[in-house]
């Protein structure tokens, strides 16, 4: 397993991440704790969580995700192993409120309150003092997110970039958190952040810099590419890529209709990110693409992602062993200029169907 440094930390996390959000939905507190004895085995030590976990958000199954690390810390003793994120999630105006996210009721926001409530949650769900990464899981204010099609406004209302640095600066200090990151954010976001940190506010330079971007990634969404990646690379704030299977598409379980049982999408019908016009032909090439070169689909498209420049990590999920195993595989495969090649021309046929 090969390991690169969070942002301009001084933390080494492995170019694999394990992602976490289907224990407490789609695997039993049991299969998570197998999938995390067998992960840290082949060295992937960076973990990624949410307060909002497990997927999709219920209040039934919210914090559950995080409650099965918990288990698995306390029963190993092998919490400082590893490198774990979580996250606190954005405004929830958007998504019904999210009220039942919070003791009073309160939509969500990353208000100072709220920030304080979700960390010590998140700290008690995960039978830890302390989180390496916490995460933004998305902004505060209303912009196009998870696949949305448009901007519904610029909707002046939302908490100020260095209120929410300055309130997470407070659990630095505390040292309940060591860094933080951003999620599903964009360009402007991005670059207001790094500005406040470096700016007159708490002294000069004494807000926490953000170390990372975690936002989807794959084949059929390069478009990190076009703002977010120069960023990353100028700023040394690396992507965590999330998604880069397509929630399942590339690796062509769902080609021609297919709807295999126990699967995301015939569980919960939340694919309309994945299956936009022009979203099959593109699965279909890439699919084609890797068997012929004898590779096995969702390894080309995890490999895809560890070949870029700007990613720090790829997050993986896995709902069975054998999956897990199979993902985890294709960090050990090698790209060459061949695979880049046919993946840009596919790309430049079919570009971006499910951004």
């Not at 300055?166 to 659990?171: I, R, T």
Request: proline share 4%; hydrophobic share 35%.
């Amino acid at each position: 397993m090969d390991y690169a440094k969070l942002g301009r930390t001084d933390v080494s996390v492995s170019r694999c991440c394990l992602g976490t959000m289907t224990w407490g939905s789609q695997n039993s507190e049991d299969q998570a704790h197998e999938q995390m004895d067998y992960a840290l085995g082949r060295g992937v030590n960076f973990w990624d969580t949410a307060e909002m976990y497990a997927s999709p958000p219920s209040p039934e199954t919210q914090g559950r995700t995080e409650e099965y690390i918990g288990s698995w810390f306390e029963k190993t003793g092998k919490r400082h192993e590893v490198v774990l994120a979580s996250k606190v999630a954005g405004q929830g105006a958007a998504f019904g409120g999210l009220s039942w996210m919070r003791k009073d009721g309160a939509v969500t926001r990353q208000t100072k309150a709220q920030i304080d409530e979700a960390v010590e949650g998140s700290l008690r769900r995960l039978k830890t003092d302390y989180l390496d990464l916490y995460q933004l899981h998305w902004p505060d204010r209303r912009v196009r997110v998870f696949g949305g099609q448009s901007f519904k406004d610029y909707d002046q209302d939302f908490e100020s970039f260095g209120d929410i640095l300055e309130a997470l600066d407070a659990h630095v200090k505390k040292g309940t958190i060591r860094h933080v990151g951003v999620s599903n954010e964009f360009p402007w976001g991005v670059m207001k952040f790094l500005a406040e940190s470096e700016g007159p506010r708490n002294g000069g330079g004494g807000l926490p810099r953000i170390a990372s971007i975690q936002n989807a990634y794959h084949l059929a969404n390069r478009t990190y590419e076009y703002g977010l990646a120069e960023i990353a690379m100028r700023e040394q704030v690396g992507l965590l890529a999330y998604s880069p299977l397509a929630q399942g598409q590339l690796t062509g379980k769902y080609l021609n209709g297919a709807l295999p049982a126990g699967s995301r999408k015939a569980l919960y019908n939340r694919m309309q990110r994945y299956e936009g016009p022009g979203s099959q032909e593109a699965f279909q090439a890439y699919v084609n693409l890797a068997q012929a070169h004898g590779i096995d689909p969702a390894q080309l498209a995890l490999k895809f992602c560890d070949a870029r420049p700007f990613v720090t990590a790829t997050i993986i999920g896995a709902t069975s062993m054998a999956q897990l195993k199979t993902n985890i595989d294709a960090f050990d495969l090698v790209w060459t200029d061949d695979l880049e090649d046919a993946v840009n021309a596919i790309h430049a046929r079919q570009p971006n169907p499910c951004p």
